[in-house]
């Protein structure tokens, strides 16, 4: 069975930091490009990051550059998002999404596979 399951999302204060998990089972995210998106309530769903499958060229909408970095462990089968100088704004539902690719896309429509997500709150 095909699986996505993140993991990290909490409750932080503006300023700290986060490291969401991406964790798939029942497939090999060698060969798959994984992107990191995200919905605010009353908002669409935003592309925040993405790392490809051939070349690990990312990709970060402007709104998280600098402050948030994805990576890949394929031995771990694990993509993960390190999120710092968090922000109220980043508040969100983060999910994690896969699609047979050598490049990634930030659009939700090319993605095949999804996890739950993960609930990431940034209060005081």
């Known amino acids: 069975q095909v699986q996505l399951v993140e993991s990290g999302g909490g409750l932080v204060q503006p300023g700290g930091s986060l490291r969401l998990s991406c964790a798939a089972s029942?497939?090999?995210?060698?060969?798959?490009?994984i992107g990191w998106f995200r919905q605010a309530p009353g908002k669409d769903l935003e592309g925040v990051s993405c790392?490809?499958?051939?070349?690990?060229?990312?990709y970060y909408a402007d709104s998280v550059k600098g402050r948030f970095t994805i990576s890949r462990d394929n031995a771990k089968n694990t993509v993960y998002l390190q999120m710092n100088s968090l922000k109220p704004e980043d508040t969100a539902v983060y999910y994690c999404?896969?699609?047979?690719?050598?490049?990634?896309?930030?659009?939700?429509?090319?993605?095949?596979?999804w996890g739950q997500g993960t609930q990431v709150t940034v209060s005081s």
């Open positions: 999404a896969a699609e047979r690719d050598y490049y990634c896309s930030p659009r939700p429509d090319e993605y095949d596979y």
């Open positions: 029942g497939f090999t995210l060698d060969y798959y490009a």
């Open positions: 790392i490809s499958s051939g070349d690990g060229s990312t």
